[in-house]
C-alpha cells in the first residue's frame, strides 16, 4: 500500500484533542463530542450520551494505533492469523479498552471532574453479545491475547443484529427478549461499504472447456446476498498493536433488487431484499446442539465465503500472487460452524481465480487448522444432503471430488477395511444422507487440536479416533486460556492493586509471575488485606442482589456459585441436590452445624431445551421455599440472577468463594469458567473434567476439592449398564432429596412439575448425578470444614491466584503461534501523521 498522504498543516490542534491523554484535553474532548456527536449540552444530556460521548473519546485515541498497525501489516506483508469464528463474545468494550491503553485512572478523574461517575458509564454500555457462552468467549479472549502479544491478527465473523436473548425470569421461568444491541448505536465499529463482497446460494452449476483447454465449472446461483463488513478495533494491553474483528452484515445486491423493480415485482423485490437481510439477523441459542436449519448453514457459508473473498482482495492488494495464500495466512476454524471454508477456498482458487485441483488443494490443506471444541455427540454438524445440495451446489460437487481422492488414500493406508472407509467419509450413507462437517474440516485442515489435555486425548480415543489413526501427526493439544486483563484487572481491581504493591505490575502481561506472591501466602498481613478485598466485594455483590432480587444474602457466607450455560452434562441439578441435602438437614435437627452459604446461579438455557428450562425452574424453586424458611434463619440462601453476561460474570468471578466445575467427566471440553473463578482467588469443587485436571496440577491436589467418577470409570459404570435406581435405593439420604422433590414440596404441592427430572434421573441419568451424589456430599463437607478455618482458607485462596499463571489466554496464543500458526510479532511503531 501507499503511504498515508500527509495531511495538511495546522490540523494538531484537533489532533490534540483527539489523542491527548491529559485531563484537560479528556474533558474537553469528552465534551465536544457531546456536543457534535451526540448533538447535546449537558442539561439536556442522557446517560446514554455522556456514554456514547466517552466512548467516542477512547476511540479517537485507539485510531491512529489502529490506522498505524494495518498501515505496518500492509507495508512488511505479515503473516496474519484469520481466526474464524461464528460467534465473538466480546463483552463491553470501553472499560477494556481503557485498560489496555493505560488511561483509566485519567478518564476516571476526568469523569470526576465533570461530576460523572465512571461506574455509572460502564454499566451504561449494551454488550455486543454475539456468543453463546465459552466458544464465543474464547474467541473473544484469543483477539485480547493476539493483539497483546503483537500478532498480525483478524477476527472474522458474523455482526447479529440479534445477539444471545436477554433472559428474564418470570415465575421461575426464563423468558426469552430480544437483544436489540444495536438500538443506540454502537460507537466501537465502522462500515467499510468499499470492501463489500457477494457470497451466492442455490442454483445450479455447468461446465465448460476455458480458452487453455482446462475443465471448469460456472456456479448460476439463484440468490446473491451482499455482505458488508464492519470493524472493530482490537488493542493490546499496553502495546500499539490494535488488531481487527471484522464482522460482516446480509444486505441484499442493488443488481438483483433492481432486476425485480424493472420487471415490475415491486413486492418480489422487498421481499427479496428482508430475505437477504434475514442471513445476519440472529444468533441461534442452542449452544452444543446442532440445529440442521438451512438458515444456519446459509449463515456459515456467508460469513467464511466473505471472509476468504476479503483474504484474497488483502493478497492481491499486496501484490501478492495467490501461491502465497498459505504463507500470508494461517486460518483457524473454530468448532466446524466455519468447516465450509475447505469446500469454499477451493472453489474461489478454481473456479473464480482458474487454478487447478492439486495447487489449489495443496494451498487449503497449509492454510487451515482446526479446533474441536466439544465431544457431545449432540453438537456434531452433520447438514442432509438435500439441503446442503440445494443451497451450495458446487460446494457439493468439490466435496465428492475431495472424498474420493481422500477414500482413496485412506485404502491405500488400511485396504479392506470397508467399516473404516464408511466412518471416514464425508458422507454419511448409513440412512437418510448426511455431509459430515468435522469429516470436511479434518482431511482440509493440516493440525487438529482439543482445548484441555484430557479432551485432546478423549479427541484422538473416540470422537475423531479413525482420522487421529490416518494422520497421527495432525493432532495437538491446545489448553484453553482467558485474558488477565478483563477478568483479573478490568474485574478486579482491589486484588489488582494488592498483587501490584507487591510485586509490580509485570503479572499483566506475564501471569506466571503471579508465583511470586506465593511468598505471601503465610505473611498474615497480606492474608488479612487479601481476605478484606473478598469480603468487600462480596458486600458489593450482595447489594446488587438486594436491588436485583430483594433477597438479603449475608456477605460473611461461604459465596458457592455456578455460571455457566445451563446443561444436563454441566450438572446444575446436582448443585441443587446438595442444597436439598442441606436443608433436610436443618429440618432434621435445626440446631445442625452447618456453615452458612449463599448459592448463586446464573446461566441461560437454549430456548427449545425444555429440561434446561426446568433445571432454572427447579433452582428458583427451591429458593422460594428455602430463602423463607425459619428453621433455616438465614443458613442458606439460593439465588438465581437473571441474565448472565460478560457484563455480570465480570462481578460473579471476583466475588466467589467456591466455584462449582461439576460436569461429567469426560464431557466438559475443557471449561473456562473454572480458569476466572480460581483467578479471582476462589476455591474449586470438581471433577476430573476438561481444564479442571490441569488446574489441580497447577494449583495443588490440597488445594482442590476433588469428587467423582474419573472418565474411565464414567465409561466402564455406563458400558456395565448403569442403574441408577440402585443408589436411589441404597442411599437413604439421597432417597429423601428424591422424595422430597417428587412429592410436590417444591413446588406448592404440584407432584407433576419436576417429575419429569425426578423419572429422569431414577431411571436414565445420561450424566451419572446418583452415581457422583454421595461423592459430591462428602467433598461438600470438606468445603464446609475448611472454610470455618478462615486463615486457611484464604492461604489455599491466595495459592489458587498465585499458581494460575499457565490459564493465560497469552500462553494458549503462545502455544498456537508455535506449534499451529507458525507465526511471529510485528511490533508496532506510533507514528504521528500530524507532525509533519
Ligand atoms: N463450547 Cl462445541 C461452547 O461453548 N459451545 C459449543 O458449541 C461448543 C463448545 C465450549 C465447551 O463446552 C467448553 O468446555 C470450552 O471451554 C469452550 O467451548 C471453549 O473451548
New binding site residues.
Given amino acids: 500500500m501507499q503511504t498515508l498522504p500527509t495531511p495538511p498543516s495546522g490540523s494538531v490542534q484537533i489532533e490534540d484533542d483527539r489523542t491527548g491523554l491529559s485531563i484537560e484535553t479528556l474533558k474537553r474532548a469528552f465534551l465536544d463530542n457531546l456536543f457534535y456527536i451526540q448533538g447535546k449540552f449537558p442539561a439536556l444530556a442522557s446517560k446514554n450520551d455522556y456514554y456514547m460521548a466517552l466512548a467516542y473519546t477512547v476511540r479517537d485515541r485507539l485510531l491512529r494505533r489502529w490506522l498505524n498497525t494495518a498501515e505496518t501489516y500492509t507495508n512488511t506483508q505479515a503473516r496474519t492469523v484469520c481466526y474464524l469464528s461464528a460467534e465473538f463474545l466480546m463483552g463491553p468494550h470501553l472499560g477494556n479498552n481503557l485498560i489496555n491503553l493505560g488511561i483509566y485512572d485519567q478518564i476516571n478523574q476526568a469523569m470526576t471532574e465533570l461530576g460523572l461517575d465512571l461506574n455509572e458509564l460502564l454499566q451504561q454500555e449494551e454488550e455486543p453479545g454475539l456468543g ?5 468467549r ?1 474467541a473473544a479472549c484469543y483477539l485480547d491475547s493476539l493483539a497483546t502479544l503483537e500478532i498480525p491478527a483478524l477476527g472474522y465473523g458474523i455482526r447479529y443484529e440479534f445477539g444471545i436473548f436477554d433472559q428474564e425470569i418470570r415465575d421461575g421461568w426464563q423468558v426469552e427478549i430480544t437483544d436489540k444491541w444495536l438500538r443506540y448505536g454502537n460507537p466501537w465499529e465502522i462500515a467499510r461499504p468499499d470492501w463489500a463482497v457477494e457470497v451466492k446460494y442455490g442454483g445450479h452449476t455447468e461446465s465448460f472447456i476455458d480458452e487453455h483447454g482446462n475443465y471448469r465449472v460456472r456456479w448460476v446461483p439463484f440468490k446473491v446476498v451482499k455482505g458488508l463488513p464492519y470493524d472493530t478495533p482490537i488493542l493490546g494491553y499496553k502495546v500499539n498493536t490494535a488488531n481487527t474483528l471484522r464482522l460482516w452484515s446480509a444486505e441484499a445486491t442493488e443488481s438483483f433488487d433492481f432486476g425485480a423493480f424493472n420487471s415490475g415485482d415491486y413486492f418480489g423485490a422487498v421481499h427479496q431484499k428482508s430475505n437477504s437481510e434475514n442471513i445476519s439477523k440472529v444468533l441461534y441459542p442452542n ?2 446442539q446442532y440445529q440442521g436449519k438451512v438458515l444456519r448453514l446459509e449463515q456459515q457459508m456467508f460469513f467464511v465465503s466473505c471472509s476468504l473473498q476479503d483474504m484474497i482482495r488483502i493478497l492481491q492488494m499486496q501484490n501478492m500472487s495467490l501461491e502465497k495464500f498459505p504463507e500470508k495466512f494461517s486460518v483457524q476454524l473454530n ?1 466446524t460452524h466455519p468447516a465450509i471454508a475447505v469446500a469454499e477456498l477451493m472453489r474461489l482458487l478454481m473456479d473464480e481465480h482458474g487454478m487447478q485441483w492439486d495447487n489449489a488443494w495443496n494451498i487449503t490443506t497449509r492454510t487451515f487448522g482446526y479446533t474441536n ?2 465431544l ?1 455427540p449432540e ?1 456434531l454438524e452433520r447438514w442432509p444432503l438435500k439441503l446442503f445440495s440445494e443451497l451450495l451446489p458446487r460446494h457439493i460437487e468439490i466435496i465428492y471430488e475431495i472424498n474420493r481422492r481422500f477414500l482413496d488414500d485412506v485404502r491405500i493406508k488400511f485396504p479392506d477395511d470397508p467399516g473404516r472407509l464408511s466412518r471416514l467419509s464425508l458422507i454419511d450413507e448409513s440412512g437418510e444422507k448426511y455431509v459430515r462437517m468435522a469429516n470436511l474440516a479434518c482431511v482440509g485442515s493440516s493440525a487438529i487440536n482439543g ?1 484441555a489435555a484430557l479432551h485432546s486425548e478423549l479427541v484422538k480415543q473416540t470422537v475423531l479416533k479413525d482420522f487421529y489413526d490416518m494422520y497421527p501427526e495432525k493432532f495437538t493439544n491446545v489448553t ?1 486460556g482467558v485474558t488477565p486483563r478483563r477478568f483479573v484487572v478490568l474485574s478486579n481491581p482491589r486484588m489488582t492493586s494488592l498483587i501490584t504493591s507487591k510485586i509490580g505490575d509485570n503479572w499483566i502481561k506475564h501471569l506466571d509471575e503471579l508465583r511470586r506472591i506465593e511468598q505471601f501466602a503465610d505473611d498474615p498481613g497480606f492474608r488479612y488485606e487479601f481476605r478484606q478485598i473478598k469480603q468487600a466485594i462480596k458486600q458489593d455483590l450482595a447489594n446488587h442482589i438486594k436491588s436485583e432480587t430483594d433477597v438479603e444474602v449475608d456477605p460473611s457466607s461461604l459465596f458457592d456459585i455456578q455460571v455457566k ?1 445451563i446443561h444436563e452434562y454441566k450438572r446444575q441439578h446436582l448443585n441443587a441436590l446438595h442444597i436439598i441435602h442441606l436443608y433436610n438437614r436443618i429440618k432434621a435437627n435445626p440446631s445442625a452445624e452447618i456453615t452458612p452459604r449463599t448459592f448463586l446461579f446464573g446461566g441461560k438455557a437454549a430456548p427449545g431445551y425444555y429440561m434446561a428450562k426446568l433445571i432454572i425452574k427447579f433452582i428458583n424453586s427451591i429458593g422460594e421455599v428455602v430463602n423463607r424458611d425459619p428453621d433455616v434463619a438465614g443458613r442458606l440462601k439460593v439465588v438465581f440472577l437473571k441474565d448472565y453476561n460478560v457484563k455480570f460474570a465480570q462481578r460473579v468471578y471476583p466475588a466467589a468463594d467456591l466455584s462449582e466445575q461439576i460436569s461429567t467427566a469426560g464431557k ?5 469458567g473454572n480458569m476466572k473463578f480460581s483467578m479471582n482467588g476462589a476455591l474449586t469443587i470438581g471433577t476430573l473434567d ?2 479442571n485436571v490441569e488446574i489441580r496440577e497447577e494449583v495443588g491436589a490440597e488445594n482442590f476439592f476433588l469428587f467423582g467418577l474419573t472418565t474411565e470409570e464414567v465409561a466402564a459404570k455406563k458400558a456395565a449398564g448403569y442403574r441408577p435406581i440402585d443408589y436411589y435405593e441404597s442411599n437413604n439420604d439421597l432417597r429423601q432429596v428424591i422424595d422430597r422433590i417428587a412429592s410436590g414440596f417444591f413446588s406448592h404441592g404440584d407432584t407433576g412439575l419436576f417429575r419429569p427430572l425426578v423419572d429422569n434421573l431414577l431411571h436414565k441419568d445420561e450424566y451419572l448425578l446418583l452415581a457422583d451424589y454421595q461423592s459430591y456430599i462428602d467433598c461438600q463437607e470438606q468445603v464446609s470444614q475448611a472454610y470455618r478455618n478462615w486463615d486457611h482458607w484464604t492461604r489455599m485462596s491466595i495459592l489458587n491466584t498465585a499458581r494460575m499463571g499457565k490459564f493465560s489466554s497469552d500462553r494458549s496464543i503462545r502455544d498456537y503461534c508455535q506449534n499451529i500458526w507458525k507465526v511471529q510479532p510485528v511490533p508496532i511503531e506510533l507514528k504521528d501523521y500530524t507532525q509533519s
Fill in positions: 453463546n457462552g465459552g466458544l464465543g474464547l449452544d452444543e468448532d471444541h466439544t457431545l453438537a482445548v484453553n450455560r466438559e471440553a475443557s471449561g473456562t476438561g481444564a
